[in-house]
């Protein structure tokens, strides 16, 4: 499973939404082994005096947050974040110094999915990769 929220500077964020929301969904499945349609994106766009980064940051900084089961391997979640800087500065043309990700990682019993706790559902995909 899978939640993965993205804030940005509203003017900027809105008109590349789908594409960075594809973007990601492909970092997922290729770095992640996540199925195709297991796809759960949410979007801030923030007014730019209501968002504050850093000193060379644009008005195009992102922030990316990931929350997923634990389990899979450093390796896996850093090909993960190294697919996600490419293809986002390739496809979205934001360089690697506006997109700041952050990965959270919580045991399947902390999740409550379908009326089920996380443990106890029967997942279609493999975590364990």
């Not at 900084?61 to 090909?79: C, H, L, P, Q, V």
Request: glycine share 6%; with cysteine.
């Amino acid at each position: 499973m899978g939640q993965i929220k993205v804030y940005g500077v509203k003017d900027r964020l809105r008109p590349i939404k789908e594409l960075l929301s594809n973007v990601i969904h492909s970092c997922m499945i290729e770095a992640l082994e996540f199925p195709p349609k297991k796809k759960f994106h949410r979007f801030f766009p923030m007014e730019k005096e209501d968002f504050y980064y850093g000193e060379g940051r644009t008005e195009a900084y992102t922030i990316i947050e990931i929350s997923m089961f634990d389990g899979r391997t450093i390796e896996a979640k850093k090909r993960l974040i190294k697919l996600l800087f490419e293809r986002i500065e390739s496809e979205c043309h934001i360089t690697p110094q506006d997109v700041e990700i952050t990965i959270f990682e919580t045991p399947k019993h902390n999740w409550g999915i379908r009326g089920l706790p996380g443990d106890e559902l029967a997942l279609d995909y493999k975590i364990k990769v």
